[in-house]
């Protein structure tokens, strides 16, 4: 079952996921770099970034930073992903 939100992307845990762990990697990303790996534009970044903090794991705006739930679900995220795949972050 797919969730769709304002735009016409699907809400994903693992994108939701690797997008987090790029913004957090990155302060100076934009979201045109964090969709490139997925094969989208500024849009879906942005898109998910919004939805990061309308589930209350972020705060809106980039840098990204994390709320303290979202210190919380990060952490379990971690704990639960032997290897977060670095070809999501853009290098600087």
């Not at 304002?6 to 979201?31: P, Q």
């Not at 490139?36 to 942005?46: L, R, V």
């Not at 290897?83 to 853009?90: E, R």
């Amino acid at each position: 079952m797919a969730v769709l939100f304002h735009g016409s992307f699907a809400l994903n845990r693992e994108y939701m996921s690797r997008i987090l762990d790029a913004a957090l990697k990155n302060s100076d990303v934009t979201d045109r770099e964090l969709a490139q790996p997925f094969g989208y534009g500024a849009p879906f970044g942005q898109r998910y970034r919004s939805w990061l903090h309308k589930c209350g794991v972020a705060e809106m705006g980039l840098p990204m930073k994390l709320t303290p739930m979202g210190e919380v679900v990060s952490q379990k995220e971690r704990s639960k992903v032997p290897h977060v795949d670095d070809s999501v972050v853009p290098s600087s």
